[in-house]
Nanobody, 116 residues
């Protein structure tokens, strides 16, 4: 059983810079792509950022230049540094890990609410 636990969300003013964290209950590996998704009320769950083999990151156009994803192998943790937050960034943010066999594991999500 693999568990992912997100933290770091909350009520943030526009322009704020919180950092989300995701702790995984097993060792993370470069063969396991990890991602952050977000879902606003009434919308689908959208991909925000991904980190893959070699530490290569990719970002949705809506967050490029503002968000940075990183991972700490020793602590089984990935982070999402969020800068210059906008009200449209309000969503539940989910951590995701994919295994070599394409099995996806999800965290419970952490709410980020951006006020203006």
């Amino acid at each position: 059983q693999v568990q992912l636990v997100e933290s770091g969300g909350g009520l943030v003013q526009a322009g704020g810079s919180p950092r989300l964290s995701c702790v995984v209950s097993r060792s993370i590996s470069v063969i396991n792509p990890m991602s952050w998704y977000r879902q606003a009320p009434g919308n689908q769950r959208d991909l925000v950022a991904t980190i893959t083999r070699g530490g290569i990151t990719n970002y949705a156009d809506s967050v490029k230049g503002r968000f940075t994803m990183s991972r700490d192998i020793a602590k089984n943790t990935v982070h999402l540094q969020m800068n210059s937050l906008k009200p449209e960034d309000t969503a539940v943010y989910y951590c995701n890990m994919m295994t070599y066999s394409s099995i996806h594991y999800w965290g419970q999500g952490t709410q980020v609410t951006v006020s203006s």
